[in-house]
């Protein structure tokens, strides 16, 4: 099954996915993107289609990125399986599990690293009621790649009867809408390793979706 970027399904996926640092793939050198997602043609079905499509049609004429980072970025974005299995990868108990995809970690995460970060208000949700999960002034830190949007109307579809929006202040966020399949998304990618301290006490919104309010904090400081 295919998941959406910017939802968690339930609590216990948002604490796997984000349970420790992602080691192993920085020391690795550079590759094109079908170098580096050679040792992913067995894990993701038709990922060779996939990446051959992210190169025709990314974003070629920024100057910010190669095209092997943008089409990186544009294949991240994709309506695909190709993010379902990078999330399970992420979420393993064992580590190992994500070293096929070192190579791509690290094409990906050096484009994402070449954009700027922005301050923005974003959103991410969750299809359940996790507010008491989040007390005011715990301090949470997301080891893994989260994606959110600018735009709540993205999310709040997915988000069932009680459903959870965080509302995010971001200070680190990389915009890749330029770079995304799907621009009008409006999307935000927060980094590995982004600190969120909950602003205040959650509350209901518009009767059945709880939001809880966070905020992105400087770890040097």
């Not at 301050?119 to 080891?143: A, C, L, M, Y």
């Amino acid at each position: 099954m295919m998941r959406n970027r910017f939802l968690n399904s339930a609590l216990s996926e948002l604490e796997e996915v984000n349970q420790s640092p992602i080691y192993g793939y920085q020391h690795l050198p550079l590759l094109t993107l079908e170098e580096s997602i050679e040792k992913l043609i067995p894990l993701v079905p038709g990922i060779t289609d996939y990446v051959s499509a992210a190169k025709k049609q990314c974003n070629r004429s920024s100057s910010l990125l190669t095209n092997d980072e943008s089409a990186a970025i544009y294949l991240y974005s994709m309506s695909i399986s190709f993010f379902s299995c990078l999330n399970e990868a992420l979420r393993a108990e064992k580590r190992h599990a994500l070293k096929p995809w070192f190579f791509y970690l690290k094409l990906f995460i050096t484009a994402l690293e070449k954009l700027p970060s922005i301050r923005k208000t974003v959103w991410r949700g969750i299809p359940i009621d996790i507010s008491s999960n989040f007390t005011d002034g715990d301090v949470h830190i997301w080891w893994s790649v989260n994606s959110c949007s600018m735009n709540p109307n993205i999310i709040q579809p997915f988000l069932g009867e009680r459903g959870t929006l965080f509302i995010i202040e971001t200070i680190n966020g990389k915009d890749i809408a330029m770079f995304s399949a799907f621009p009008v998304e409006q999307e935000i990618v927060l980094m590995p390793g982004t600190r969120l301290r909950v602003k205040s006490s959650s509350f209901n919104h518009i009767d059945r979706l709880f939001v809880i309010p966070l905020e992105e904090t400087d770890p040097q400081k």
